[in-house]
């Protein structure tokens, strides 16, 4: 019986120190009471402020000579478009205008 009871607190001591062994090589948290913990709130994507903070400032949105230089290039092509007759209707003759009037 003694015998039993042994081999049952070996195999007992093996598992439990697998188990820690795969959490520790996975990442994993051991929760063997299985109580309520913070674990899966805080392992979550940090979203927000802390995300804006992490990336770099965009200084093309505060540069007004940027911003020109794309307006600029946006009505250049929107000027070449319309000379090919492929610039967007006026407003109130576009495609479902057209499906009304009919």
Do not use: C
């Not at 995300?51 to 794309?70: C, E, G």
């Not at 307006?71 to 070449?80: A, I, P, V, Y």
């Not at 319309?82 to 495609?95: I, V």
Request: aromatic share 2%; hydrophobic share 35%; proline share 5%.
């Amino acid at each position: 019986m003694n015998l039993g009871r042994l081999k049952n607190m070996v195999a007992a001591a093996a598992i439990e120190g697998l188990v820690e062994a795969r959490a520790k090589i996975f990442g994993h948290v051991i929760n063997p009471t299985g109580q309520r913990s913070a674990h899966k709130v805080l392992r979550k994507k940090l979203i927000g402020e802390k995300v804006s903070q992490w990336y770099p400032h965009d200084i093309m949105k505060d540069d007004p000579l940027v911003m020109a230089r794309q307006e600029q290039e946006r009505l250049s092509k929107l000027e070449m478009l319309k000379r090919r007759g492929k610039g967007p209707p006026k407003k109130g003759q576009g495609k479902q205008a057209k499906k009304r009037n009919k």
